[in-house]
């Protein structure tokens, strides 16, 4: 009897796990959760479910403490995550050697959507969930975020909703891999991507509803609505073309670069072969070596009562903070998050070359990252940290995607990285369509990439940054 | 003007930077470097540069000292490498937790080479090279084997012959990747693995010969001719079927599965898609952490004057050992080897599905690899580890690749590892043609995949450890 034999599919030419997405402008809407509908729900739940995040001395924290010997910040089980110091060297930018504080959670947890087609159409389960460090506490969430002890039930502990819809065998798995999160504040830490397709009744649960995805980038690309873990799970879609009218179609000329650039079958400035070979060459001119080091012996940081700072006010702060429900929900903890000093940008820039829609990405270097760098948006920073240094040493198109020239615009939206461990932690992500003003020229450490190009590299881990990822999944936004 | 815009090549269908490599039967000799001068020339190499290899107490040591503070054995000069303690804590393979010494080198080498037409044939500039923990001093080595130090001249000392060729930035490139090396016994080590090509002329040296690679593939067969490094750089080469004939016609139906198994055209069992997200899975339902520790503090190891080795006698021994040229060139230094404690086995079983061979691969955890665990041949390991341990804790297979049936070997050598840092660190590499006596069935850490895909997946870092690398570069002699 034959095996079954799946034609193997091309990597580049149909990434993923074989189920078609397309980005379709029929779908904005949804008989199942129509708009109005989801508008008034996702207010009552944002109106419903406040948490007060207050400020504390670090010795009002109740199961964390400065480790004796080291000083690292860590919870009495041994669990969760803690923070550590850092040393960097490397001759990247010429940042030279530094030091910081670093998150160390070396568990791999889950980021799931369960989704379900409804009348034919594709629908995603998506849950309205608080995490105290959002600027809204509400955000709309996966079906599942859970830790390794979360779902392994290690703990105890309740356990999560929905989670058997991941770790059952029986699965039918659309996405299903590990990516990397912030490379500056997190040490190599990654999360299992997943998207899982079921067919029969999922028992509904008031926190939760059924939206297309034409439906989620309705939002998407409203200031803090939809969280960072829901953009890095459909970053992974392997999203083909629309075939049907859209939304946006105040630029034809970039639609029409736009679908060119989704599906792979027109030209590329670069081969795959080549990006990567560029990657490798990246990798290997620059030095980059790093060590973890006691969080008492870092130096350039000051240490006091209520917060971990840079000595030049840059980069970020740790902090504690109590977390209180304001609602009938009982909920009360404290815990260490990361606040970076200042909103950030994290920006690509954008143009057709030959007709077909290239991003400029950067390799960029951090602290944390798995293997030294990873592409990043072309532009990624918080600007407080340049201020004061020359030209020269900021980061190149800085000003071009602060103050982007008037109709450039594709993408702009606010939005916020983990509530779990970040504290109002919020970027301008922006897609600017630069045209012919920026050369398609690439430089050392600069290349010019197709979508299609990007979608068959986050089928693989540690390609694409967290921050790319979710301009990734915001490009969608952009018909 | 247009810019230069070259198709972009399906990852899977053309992996690689664009030139075509065929494996071709004519050119298992060449005008260039006929086999018989090139046996000649190589044997008279093995006679006259022979290293003397002798054991010594690690006080006699210059250069290198046990650290104060952690008992790492380090170098003066803070380069080279250094031998630490790792401690590791999974529930892979029930293996618990366990402490063990490991050579920490973070730089990123060059192995190298350059390779030229003559005649229309493609020509590789191989090397005569003495290695001192090589089972025979002198291997067939690939034009460059660079540390960084080498490579920028930090040091001063000698340039590197033909190093130029690597670091110009006008070189042509037909592959270039950073790869994995031995994780059982380096932390996290990566080289970076090149093929440049030229038309110019090239200077001759008489430590390095032009041969083809189907000269170097019948090399490869024989025992301990061909090093590890050569080996690696082959095995990132996307080979083509031949066209003409074959050298081993015994089996045509070994051969015609081959062929199928090279074109990516056929079916495999799995999609590239499904492959990947197998792999997520592995590592996600696992758990596995380390870290370094002080050599001095590691457990079930015994340090005496000459030699750190493991307490019931398995794994490898670290050795300090006087290495003497005993030739003209005056030559003579001190430095530690890993030793392992005996030969090794590392083995892939092959068998057809619906016509199309396919390898049985083992997703294997390493202490030292750069994720958890890489892609390894179905079997790989020291037997005598496993001598004491009952059936279900031994390897699978592993009876079967130690004893394999009459007529199945396909590939069967004995391959040693970096004579550099190890010690005859020898294994029988062999590829089984199981046909149906295996199940084409999967397992949870063992996936069956065909040689395109495999072809694939050494195009991007970190998937192929260095000993399925090394038997997906012997498979191209088994036509």
Partial sequence: ?????????????????????????SATDSPVTPNAEFDAWFARKRRANRFNVARIPFSDLAGWRFREGDGNLVHDSGKFFSVTGLEVNTDWQDRGSWMQPILDQPEIGIL??????????????????????????????????????????VHGGRRTTYIEYFTSSERTLLVDSLQSEQGAWFLQKRNRNMIVEVTDDVPPHDNFRWLT?????????????VNMDTRTILSCVPFEAPNGPVRNAASPEYRESLVRSLSGRHGSLHTAGHLLAWLTDVKARHSFTRRTLPLSKIDGWSHSDDEIAHDEGKHFKV????????????AQWTQPLIAPVERGVAAFLARPINGVLHLLVHAKAEAGAFDMCELAPTVQCLPVNFRDLPVHRQPRYL?????????????????????????????????????????????????????????????HSRYLNVQARSLLASLHTTW
């Avoid at 902090?319 to 929900?329: C, G, L, M, S, W």
């Avoid at 103050?403 to 600017?432: C, W």
């Fill in 1 to 25: 009897m034959p095996l079954p034999m799946p034609e193997a599919l091309a990597a580049a030419g149909s990434p993923g796990l074989g189920r078609r997405f397309t980005v379709s402008a």
């Fill in 112 to 153: 799931g959507i369960v989704v379900k087609e409804f009348d034919g159409v594709l629908h995603c389960l998506m849950q309205a969930k608080m995490e105290p460090g959002n600027p809204e506490t509400v955000q709309l969430s996966p079906t599942v975020q859970a830790t390794r002890s979360n779902y392994t039930g």
């Fill in 213 to 225: 995805i034409g439906q989620i980038h309705r939002v998407l690309a409203q200031d803090n609505v």
């Fill in 319 to 330: 902090i504690a903070a109590d977390v209180r429900a304001d609602t009938r929900e009982v």
């Fill in 399 to 459: 000003d071009l995607v602060l103050d982007p020239a008037p109709g450039t615009l594709r993408f702009d939206a606010v939005l916020s990285e983990e509530g779990g461990r970040f504290h109002h932690a919020d970027n301008h992500y922006r897609i600017i369509d630069v045209g012919e003003d920026v050369p398609a020229q690439d430089d050392e450490d600069y290349h010019w990439m197709t979508v299609h190009q990007l979608m068959s590299l986050v089928q």
